[in-house]
């Protein structure tokens, strides 16, 4: 769930930067994304830390020695669809 959550932002993002005629940088962290919709005139009312969270879910809990947990991934899911319903708007 981490993982696709963070996909689903990261997606979305990437297609609110296409839409508004902008090449979308080839990264994965959100923070980053979030600085080139911020140059467009695109604001993300999210934390940092929660943009590095989801950022960093994507990552670490796919290989072994770290596994979410439930709080893990429900805080993942409340991210991403924070930002989702935030960038349908611009769509």
Do not use: W
């Not at 993002?13 to 979308?24: D, E, H, Q, S």
């Amino acid at each position: 769930m981490c993982y696709h959550s963070q996909q689903a932002a990261e997606k979305i993002m990437k297609a609110v930067l296409i839409r508004a005629g902008k090449t979308p940088s080839k990264v994965h962290n959100l923070m980053i994304l979030s600085k080139d919709l911020n140059k467009i005139g695109i604001s993300i009312n999210i934390p940092h830390k929660d943009l590095i969270f989801l950022s960093r879910s994507a990552v670490v809990y796919r290989y072994p020695g770290e596994s979410a947990d439930i709080s893990d991934a429900e805080n993942t899911i409340r991210i991403a669809r924070s930002i989702v319903k935030m960038m349908r708007d611009y769509l």
